[in-house]
């Protein structure tokens, strides 16, 4: 009767305050989106030139949402003025919901839930905006696995329509409920996934990356060979390569490390070339140079 009350009383209980930790290229773009959809957003950075860098980013993006008269003026400054930046952790106690953007890395995630758990209220969700990386592992460090979801956005946030919603082992159907109704106040299209290395998405994209890059290290063709056939024959808007430089070759083979070690078969083995390229530090886009330069 008392898991019943419970439920209940989170079901009725309307997301308002939502904190974002990490104001990178994803997480700036999560608190955007929530505060456009009317929400107070706390963005938290560890050093305030990160923090200062993702707060321009938000600020430059609804300019060009204005100049696209897609938002007017009052409304972009509406939104901006519901995001909040901090350095402090301990400011993300008031969230009913804290949605983690930090670096694709089990050990940092760990701490940052590990942390988020003893801060934030009871009543409070925890999220990850993981893109492979074990909820069910993540709720595990908490007081509250059954409050514990991943809400994994796709880059660009405030372009991107989906949502993957990942169940962990003990997320609650009140949790899920919520979350689920926060993705489609933020405008955008929830999906249902349960947690497995990858989830959906990742699992069946980063292979396909992957072996993009095996045929440009075995010479079968060159970059710019394999993403043209991709557009052109799969009418992909943008090829393999070009889109694992988008979204970063660390971020590639981290994924690709979750896969190998989560599933244990070696067709997820990531490319030569892509450690050799990472070790390199050539990253993609955000680097300058990765399978194109920039």
Not at 144 to 160: C, S
Request: include cysteine.
């Amino acid at each position: 009767m008392a898991n019943n009350e419970e439920a209940e009383t989170q079901n009725n209980r309307e997301i308002q305050v939502a904190g974002v930790v990490g104001a990178g290229t994803m997480g700036n773009g999560i608190a955007q989106v929530l505060a456009r959809a009317g929400l107070r957003v706390k963005l938290c950075e560890v050093e305030q030139r990160f923090l200062d860098r993702g707060l321009e980013t938000i600020r430059r993006n609804l300019d060009r949402e204005v100049s696209k008269s897609r938002l007017n003026t009052a409304e972009a400054a509406e939104t901006l003025g519901r995001v909040y930046g901090t350095l402090n952790r301990l400011e993300l106690a008031e969230c009913d919901i804290v949605i983690e953007a930090a670096t694709e890395k089990f050990e940092v995630k760990r701490e940052i839930f590990r942390e988020l758990s003893g801060i934030t209220p009871e009543h409070a969700i925890l999220a990850s905006n993981t893109s492979s990386i074990s909820i069910t592992r993540l709720a595990s460090q908490t007081n509250r696995p059954d409050r514990v979801i991943g809400m994994h956005f796709f880059n660009p946030v405030p372009v991107m329509k989906l949502v993957e919603v990942i169940r962990g082992l003990s997320t609650s159907q009140a949790t899920y409920d919520l979350v689920s109704g926060l993705a489609v106040r933020a405008g955008k299209t929830p999906v249902e996934v349960n947690d497995a290395p990858g989830f959906v998405s990742n699992r069946i994209l980063m292979p396909l990356l992957n072996e993009a890059m095996f045929a440009v290290m075995e010479g079968v063709a060159t970059a710019e060979a394999v993403d043209e056939i991709f557009k052109l024959g799969m009418a992909h808007p943008m090829g393999p390569l070009t889109l694992a430089d988008f979204i970063g070759l660390d971020v590639c083979l981290d994924i690709m490390r979750v896969l190998q070690e989560g599933l244990g078969d070696p067709k997820y083995r990531p490319c030569p070339l892509l450690i050799r390229m990472v070790d390199a530090g050539w990253l993609g886009r955000k680097s300058g140079r990765g399978f194109y330069q920039y």
